[in-house]
């Protein structure tokens, strides 16, 4: 099986810069997922690594690294939108089952 | 990107009664649905693989006869929990893996969610 260790909430302030952690631990890997919730709603993918290294996709990037058994997404220029749960998921095959991390709260402030 | 509906969005039924909830793949054909369920303030927890024409691969500690699943086209997968109880109610959630997308090999398109209430 799979478990996935994230903080459990993230306060910052619009403009600011959030980068929220992931370790994992795992039996079977094939690459690190990120969705964001917003209250009520279903999760939407932003990022997914297979290899080691950065992604970027906008203001949002995310970086694996397979050695630490780690990856962690970056929120940039942060706007009041982006309060919401975000999740890190552990690809476990490749028929896409997911592993989902608890989440983490990201509070963005005025 | 791929889209992926649910129906009912909201159910609330009584004690001892069985709901189905539907989720179809729009615009794709997906061979493998997933299906979470999600308690307030929680992670989504896996309950099962479902597979077209096949079936579903339950997650440990999820009771195959009390959520059947069947997986009966390439578009629609369905997910009854049957004899629902109070500690039933969730926000049940189903993903689509979709192989031949464009974007990133691995997204999963997400339906919108349903919220069952069990008084």
């Known amino acids: 099986g799979q478990s996935l260790e994230q903080p459990s909430e993230v306060t910052a302030v619009e403009g600011a810069i959030v980068q929220i952690n992931c370790t994992y631990q795992?039996?079977?890997?094939?690459?690190l997922s990120w969705y964001q919730q917003h209250d009520g709603g279903a999760p939407t993918f932003l990022s997914y690594n297979a290899l080691d290294g950065l992604e970027e996709t906008g203001r949002f990037s995310s970086f694996l690294s397979r050695s630490d058994s780690y990856g962690y997404l970056l929120l940039q220029e942060l706007q009041m939108k982006d309060s919401a749960s975000y999740f890190c998921a552990g690809s476990t095959d490749s028929w896409g089952k997911l592993q989902f991390g608890a989440g983490t709260q990201v509070v963005v402030t005025p | 990107g791929a889209v992926v509906s649910q129906h009912p969005s909201r159910v609330i039924c009584k004690s001892g009664t069985s709901v189905k909830i539907e989720c179809r793949s729009l615009d794709f054909q997906a061979t493998t649905m997933f299906w979470y369920r999600q308690f307030p303030k929680q992670s989504l927890m896996l309950m099962a693989t479902?597979?077209?024409?096949?079936?579903?691969?339950?997650e440990q500690g999820v009771e195959k006869d009390k959520f059947l699943i069947n997986h009966a086209s390439l578009t629609l997968s369905t997910l009854t929990v049957t004899s629902a109880h109070p500690e039933d109610s969730s926000f049940y959630i189903c993903s689509a893996h979709n192989p031949r997308g464009l974007s990133s090999y691995n997204e999963q398109f997400f339906g919108p969610g349903t919220r069952l209430t069990v008084l």
């Open positions: 479902s597979n077209e024409g096949s079936k579903a691969t339950y």
């Open positions: 795992t039996s079977g890997f094939y690459g």
